[in-house]
């Protein structure tokens, strides 16, 4: 980037307006477009590289799990030193995305290549020890350099570009798999590498704060917060559905409704499209109606349509209802971030962040297994679509738990 970029970026104060801070929003979000890329094509298409291997859905849904088994402590870990790290030319939270982008890179440029079911399990591990260190830190440098009334704001444009590179990986993940099998990884590694050195202008602001800003609370001093807890064990159920429906849902499109690999990508775009609207869309509702609120409400939603995806066997009704829960679970999906920063005590931007992906960590652990598991044992139940239809009312049920869990908190 140049240094006529890097001098229009300025901290933005109390009052500033999100119009005011557009191109610090943009380069601060492209590394989520890269990040929501990599992980898409690594959890969608990775499970039929390992499925070669495993001749398993269990099995796969296991190794998928085993994300989880990492997000349980890294991202903790690593959002809590970010907050500890010493002022440095890179300041407190750059060293850790630097250190985990090539370790995420290898882990996807080996996945394709890997000869046995060993190798793929150890490239899967690898991509997630470095996601891990990369995303609580990059994650709490919004909260550095934010106020508090632009965290929502925030979270809705990197929920688009999040939005963006879940779709444009699962869209053109299925034609570049077609054409050659390593093709989708390279790419999503190739992405994530140009996306994070965007975060190059925003170095200067994030050692300013770093120099400023106090350390005031410990990790065990924000696990004793009752709201923390509520919240983690709120995003804990919200994510056990999201996992267990992005690592599955091009298996139930493929293996349950019989379609290509084509078809499936297709079918998610439409998802995408919807993901990708709903995060403005989270914005202006949170700003009318309050962050609880919202969630609340998108997460009935979204639970009930997603319980209700096991009732067709075909593939028409099912787009007909997907792009309204997919809408609702846009919605929802793009405030936690916000919501663990607000409820948050001050002080612990980078631990609130890795708590955010310890939760998700326990839900990602559990969805891949549960939804596996249930498809595995419920061929009789849907037989049908080959016990894949088992996939909606896990995943449905498990996001409506979480709706009173979020009624509790107060922000």
């Known amino acids: 980037m140049t240094d006529a970029a890097d001098r229009r970026l300025t901290l933005p104060g109390e009052h500033t307006a999100a119009r005011e ?15 929501a890329f990599a992980l898409s094509t690594l959890t969608s298409y990775g499970p039929s590289l390992l499925l070669d291997h495993a001749h398993d859905p269990g099995v ?3 190794i998928l799990g085993g994300e989880g088994a990492l997000a349980l402590a890294l991202p903790l870990v690593s959002g809590a030193l970010s907050d500890r790290l010493p002022p440095s030319p890179l300041g407190k939270r750059l060293p850790f995305v630097l250190l985990g982008a090539p370790m995420a890179l290898a882990g996807l440029v080996l996945l394709p290549l890997a000869v046995n079911l060993l190798v793929a399990s150890i490239a899967v591990g690898l991509f997630f020890v470095g996601y891990y260190l990369y995303y609580p830190p990059y994650r709490a440098m919004y909260a550095d350099l934010l106020p508090r009334h632009l965290y929502a704001r925030s979270q809705a444009s990197q929920g688009v570009l999040r939005g963006v590179g879940l779709g444009v990986a699962l869209l053109a993940g299925g034609f570049f798999l077609d054409l050659w099998r390593p093709l989708p990884f390279v790419v999503a590694g190739s992405l994530l590498l140009v996306t994070t050195l965007a975060l190059a202008p925003v170095t200067r602001l994030q050692r300013r704060v770093s120099q400023e800003a106090p350390i005031t609370m410990s990790v065990r001093e924000v696990l004793r917060s009752k709201g923390m807890r509520t919240f983690a064990a709120a995003n804990a159920l919200l994510e056990l559905g999201f996992a267990g429906l992005r690592s599955f849902i091009v298996l139930y499109v493929t293996k349950g409704l019989g ?3 084509r078809v499936a990508a297709a079918v998610i775009g439409v998802v995408a499209v919807a993901y990708i609207a709903g995060a403005p869309l989270a914005s202006l509702l949170e700003k009318r109606f309050g962050i609880i609120a919202v969630m609340t409400w998108s997460g009935v939603v979204y639970g009930v349509g997603l319980t209700a995806g096991a009732v067709p066997t075909s593939l028409g009704p099912e787009l007909v209802l997907l792009p309204f829960v997919a809408l609702a679970g846009s919605v929802l999906l793009t405030l936690p971030q916000a919501l663990a920063f607000l409820v948050a005590p ?3 931007e980078g631990v609130a962040a890795g708590l955010v992906d310890v939760s998700r960590g326990a839900g990602i652990v559990l969805g891949p297994l549960m939804v596996g598991w249930a498809v595995r044992f419920s061929g009789g139940l849907f037989s049908a679509t080959h016990g894949y239809a088992a996939l909606w009312p896990v995943i449905g049920i498990a996001t409506l738990a979480a709706v009173p869990l979020l009624r509790r908190l107060q922000v």
Request: net charge positive; aromatic share 4%; hydrophobic share 45%.
């Open 21 to 35: 801070i557009r191109p610090l929003l943009v380069l601060l979000g492209l590394p989520t477009f890269g990040l």
């Open 60 to 62: 796969v849904g296991a």
């Open 259 to 261: 379609h290509s690999t």
């Open 346 to 348: 001050r002080g612990s």
